[in-house]
């Protein structure tokens, strides 16, 4: 097992290698740069990005009309910049320097991949801050929300999904499929959306919160407001993405449990004697449970990083979804392949977590004799 995780571990560098390369060459051909984003700032045409998601479309528009006009080249002394008409040239040359495009694309890719090997990811460009703090400061949100999300999928999914497979066939199963189909059906920002309506003063109640995950006044609450604060808070967002995300993790309890419960082995139980709930909970559910158990680092990781970025911006939770989001639209790079570069180390690390969940709970599998 050993050398299992020494062959995975070293298959990380060519792996995170090729998914910098990839995205720093489609960024690359993005309108509108760091450098135009400064151009249209000192201009005053710049839009903000906070402003723009609660802004409405018109702003949208006007911005990416700005950015396409940026990058159609052509601009007035000598400039390549159409917003740099009017500017002095030092000045944008200045501005090229800062945010290193005065180097060739070869030579800033490798000099940002050489940083990033010493988990150096520089400064955003426009928050005046080291990135490593920037993701420190937000990654408490991100975490609180994928954890209590992540945690609730089980305890929803794995019960719901066994009694769907003791039950296949039956009235019971039928309608509960009606709801597994529904949430299918429904992304976890429409559900958002559908309780700020009925629940956060949209157009009926207002029983919860639309900001933060705790109160302004929460330092002064006693330890049990606290608690009660804090679960209020984060009631909506983690219901939101639970009502979004169960339907899939149910689904494959559900097949996993059916799959196990036609085994040999389980008719073999039942032939000794075996009580129908010693065979379930004593023989199947172990196995049925290997991959939905094993698979609990790569759930929080895609809660974590993906499903928790519109429920990020739709209750205005300071976390990582919100600032990669605001990051792409201002194009700070740092901020953009910082991220990037170290959730994709995250997430290449939690896939060699997940394989050594599946030898813990099943230690009758080997991976010693794969390559990778």
């Known amino acids: 097992m050993l050398a299992y995780i020494i062959r995975r571990l070293l298959f990380i560098i060519p792996t995170l290698f ?14 509108g740069g760091p450098v135009e984003q400064f151009l249209a700032k000192i201009q005053g045409t710049a839009v903000d990005a906070t402003a723009r998601v609660s802004g409405g479309g018109g702003e949208l528009v006007q911005q990416d009309q700005f950015s396409e006009q940026q ?44 940083n990033y090997a010493t988990f150096n990811f520089g400064e955003s460009f426009f928050r005046d801050r080291k990135v490593v703090d920037l993701v420190i400061e937000k990654m408490p949100v991100s975490i609180t929300i994928g954890l209590w999300t992540t945690l609730f999928l089980y305890l929803v999914a794995i019960p719901l999904g ?63 407001d ?21 339907a899939g993790l149910t689904i494959l309890t559900k097949n996993s449990f059916l799959d196990q419960i036609n085994q040999q082995y389980v008719q073999t139980a039942r032939a000794k004697g075996l009580d129908e709930h010693h065979v379930l909970y004593g023989h199947v559910f172990r196995n049925a449970m290997l991959i939905v158990i094993a698979g609990f680092p790569g759930l929080f990781i895609a809660v974590l990083f993906g499903g928790s970025l519109f429920i990020e911006i739709i209750f205005s939770l300071d976390g990582l979804g919100l600032l990669g989001f605001e990051a792409a639209i201002n194009r700070d790079y740092p901020i953009m392949f910082g991220t990037l570069y170290f959730f994709s180390l995250i997430g290449l690390v939690l896939q060699l977590i997940t394989d050594l969940t599946y030898v813990w709970v099943d230690p009758r599998i080997d991976f010693e004799s794969r390559e990778v």
């Open 18 to 31: 090729g998914i910098m390369v990839l995205n720093f060459a489609i960024v690359q051909f993005a309108p």
């Open 71 to 114: 990058s159609l080249g052509g601009g007035g002394a000598g400039s390549k910049y159409r917003g740099a008409r009017g500017l002095d040239p030092e000045i944008v040359a200045e501005i090229e320097r800062m945010v290193g495009f005065d180097k060739p694309v070869w030579e800033r890719f490798t000099l940002m991949m050489r």
């Open 162 to 224: 066994v009694a769907k497979a003791r039950r296949d066939g039956t009235k019971f199963d039928i309608w509960t499929s009606a709801f597994v189909i529904i949430g299918n059906a429904l992304p976890g920002f429409l559900v958002a959306v559908l309780f700020i309506v009925l629940f956060a003063g949209g157009s009926y109640w207002n029983f919860f919160p639309l900001r933060g995950l705790v109160s302004e006044n929460w330092a002064e609450l006693s330890l049990i």
């Open 226 to 246: 606290k608690v009660l604060d804090y679960l209020w808070h984060i009631t909506l967002p983690v219901g939101a993405l639970v009502i979004g995300g169960y």
